[in-house]
């Protein structure tokens, strides 16, 4: 009810441009005559912006319905329920430009079959660009699917640029489902997701050195292996800190570790 008498002040405020426009102040039947055609188009205009939201709106409702059935781990990973990008589907591309006479309808059952690909693409989409940042290896072509494998790897730190200065969310993420975690994010305050990603150097230095420091192979050693181990690290350069009256060392993960250093590198 609100929002209707809302529109409806919007509409008699247009109307009172429209009236300015064509240089009548008062609404009598020669203004309306003149100012006729003007609302028409108005009120068509508002018509299909409103049959647009309406089909927008079933399918992004339809596409929510479907991702509620999949296991919740996987939600995290998927696309955000409220993505634009299924309205880019091609399958939906009649629906959404039929003609504005009637919102029209579309069979759940006929929609959710685009899902699966669309899914897949978004994926993959993302991950191409990922592993496009990842410096090429020496000796052999890597497949796709072995660069994403790579992914995986201790030393494989990725940076986001976009959170950089606002937060350290993005500073130190390591294997896929972090990453896809972050990119899917806007939990630090913005409208739009994180973008730019990049290789931090320092970061991959870091990471190596935890990893030889624990006797392993940088090469070879993957997040889930360090994890696994569950090392703790302290810094050789701090010195110990005073708390209610005792000394003391912080420790942390190798990832705090690799995180610690990098916002060392920030801070100077
Ligand atoms: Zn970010
Ligand atoms: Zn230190």
Not at 2 to 20: D, M
């Amino acid at each position: 009810m609100y929002f209707a008498r809302k529109a409806f002040i919007a509409y008699l405020a247009r109307v009172s441009i429209i009236l300015r426009i064509v240089c009548t102040f008062t609404y009598t039947c020669v203004a309306f005559r003149q100012i006729k055609p003007i609302i028409e188009s108005l009120v068509k205009e508002v018509k299909i912006t409103r049959i647009e939201t309406e089909r927008r709106k079933l399918l992004k409702g339809i596409y929510q319905d479907y991702l509620k059935a999949r296991p919740p781990g996987e939600w995290q990973y998927l696309p955000e329920p409220d993505t634009r990008r299924i309205l880019e589907i091609e399958g939906f591309k009649e629906f959404l430009e039929a003609p504005f006479d009637e919102r029209g309808d579309i069979f759940p059952g006929y929609a959710v079959a685009f899902f699966p690909d669309f899914i897949d693409n978004w994926v993959k989409g993302h991950q191409e660009e990922i592993v496009g940042i990842l410096p090429d290896l020496e000796d052999a072509e890597e497949t796709f699917e072995a660069k994403v494998q790579r992914l995986e790897l201790a030393t494989s730190v990725v940076t986001c640029r976009d959170c950089n200065d606002s937060s350290h969310l993005g500073l130190v993420l390591v294997g896929w489902k972090n990453i896809c975690r972050h990119l899917r994010s806007t939990s630090h305050g913005y409208p739009d997701n994180c973008q730019t990603y990049e290789v931090n150097h320092h970061a991959v230095a870091a990471a190596a050195s935890l990893v030889s420091c624990v006797g392993l192979d940088p090469l070879t050693t993957t997040m889930d292996d360090m994890n696994r181990r569950d090392d703790r690290f302290m810094c050789g350069t701090c010195l110990p800190e005073d708390y209610r009256g005792r000394r003391f060392m912080r420790v942390y993960t190798w990832l705090e570790c690799v995180c610690y250093f990098l916002s060392l590198l920030l801070f100077f």
